[in-house]
């Protein structure tokens, strides 16, 4: 489908992208850039690419499709870098978990004689560098893009072929009503995650007696979502800023509702919700998102 891919940033989505598009037979050659020489060195040591470098301008040469997989909070800094280097013809996308902020961070840096197609895919684990990378990760996943209006449409289909390749389901969305989505689905859960985790752990006496001994199901998946890289997070809690406060604000209210039903013994309340909440859950296995096992995939770590 390529001739020459580069991935910028090579940690857990990059190197999956390597592996999986290795294994497709969808590119001819790899060219992998990270900021610094050991995360080159662990990428070579997995053989996940032909030409490695830190050099970013180096590594887009050449290149007709450029994909940065960095925290978002870089990704403005590395297209200027990178956009006097890029091919006529390139198509340059991402991987950001926010696409409002990357899109106004890398759009004004881009040369006309490029194609701008930004992708977000919706899979991941808490684990993270060039060694995390997984050929199935994407499978049976969503991955949005979030193409601004005027894209050049055999662009758009050819990324979106692409991410098929990589084992995606694929949709096209408005960047603000994928970070509205995605604050519900992904970036509050995570927030509780940390929240959660981060009150545990202050409970200092109980931390060193009782709650890691005692840890159940519950607070044990919760500490597996707040062992996220915190570059990654932080950057998105501060560049989805907007929606994350909007749907907290909703969830706080929620939050509320119940505490108030615990409070007066409203047993009713809590038991529609916790009925309503294990049909949604059912829904998502059934739509074959998920499956009953929460550790499937995850253990799949090359
Ligand atoms: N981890 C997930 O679950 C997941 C899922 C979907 C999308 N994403 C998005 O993919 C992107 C990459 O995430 P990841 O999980 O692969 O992260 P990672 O931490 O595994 O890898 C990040 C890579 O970026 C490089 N990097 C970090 N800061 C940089 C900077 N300031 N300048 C240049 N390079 C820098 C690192 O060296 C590394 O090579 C992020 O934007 C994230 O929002 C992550
Ligand atoms: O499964 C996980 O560990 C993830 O956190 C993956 C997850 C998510 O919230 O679903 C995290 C961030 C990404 O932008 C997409 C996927």
Known sequence: MFKRLCLIGIGL??????????????VEEIAIQSRRQETVDAAARRGLGDTYTTDPAEAVKGADLVILCVPV??????????????????????????????????????????????????????????????PELFDGRWCVLTP????????????KAFWERLGSHVETMEPSHHDMVLAITSHVPHLIAYNIVGTAADLETVTESEVMKFAAGGFRDFTRIAASDPTMWRDIFLTNREAVLEMLAR????????????????????????TRTRAIRRGIIEAGQETADPDFGRQKKV
């Open 13 to 26: 989505i990059g190197s999956s992208i390597a592996l999986r598009a290795r294994k497709e037979g969808l």
């Open 73 to 134: 909070g870089a990704v403005g800094d590395i297209t200027e870098a990178i956009a006097p280097h890029l091919e006529p013809g390139a198509i340059v996308s991402d991987v950001g978990s926010v696409k409002g902020a990357v899109v106004a961070a890398m759009q004004p840096h881009l040369p006309d004689h490029v194609d701008f197609v930004p992708a977000h895919p919706i899979a991941g684990t808490e684990h993270s560098g060039p060694d995390a990378g997984f």
């Open 251 to 274: 969830f706080n209210e929620d939050l509320t509702a119940l505490q108030r039903a615990i409070r007066w013994g409203d047993g009713d309340t809590l038991f529609d919700l916790f």
């Open 148 to 159: 601004p209006a005027g894209t050049n449409p055999e662009a758009v289909e050819k990324l």
